[in-house]
């Protein structure tokens, strides 16, 4: 079991910057996967960034419409998953929510338990 609360949301004007973080609580950190998703208004939940366990050497993986501006790190010694996110477009605007999944591997069996925050919003404006 894991609870993460996501902080760092707010209003910016486009072309700026705001750094999302999601503090998580609950042991062997290191061993989840962890990701950022967001809903838009009206929208369905997509993915926009994620960064693998530790032992996978916390490879990133990004959305195409974030890449290059936006860059997902984690700190395993604070519990805690960042989203830098530069150069904000109004498109941007949405509720940005924190996952972490936990993979468990027994024999042929593959397990995923996922966790989620209670999500921030992100307004850009024009």
């Known amino acids: 079991q894991v609870d993460l609360v996501e902080s760092g949301g707010g209003l910016v004007q486009a072309g700026g910057s705001l750094r999302l973080s999601c503090a998580a609580s609950?042991?062997?950190?290191?061993?989840?996967?962890l990701g950022w998703f967001r809903q838009g208004s009206g929208k369905e939940r997509e993915f926009v960034a994620a960064i693998g366990t530790t032992w996978s050497g916390g490879i990133t993986n990004y959305a195409d419409f974030v890449k290059g501006r936006f860059t997902i790190s984690r700190d395993n010694a604070k519990n805690t998953v960042y989203l830098q996110m530069n150069s904000l477009k109004p498109e941007d605007t949405a509720v940005y929510y924190c996952?972490?999944?936990?993979?468990?591997?027994?024999?042929?069996?593959?397990?995923?338990?996922?966790?989620w925050g209670q999500g921030t919003q992100v307004t850009v404006s024009s």
């Open positions: 609950g042991r062997s950190f290191g061993s989840y996967g």
């Open positions: 996952n972490a999944r936990l993979t468990t591997v027994q024999g042929i069996s593959v397990t995923r338990r996922d966790y």
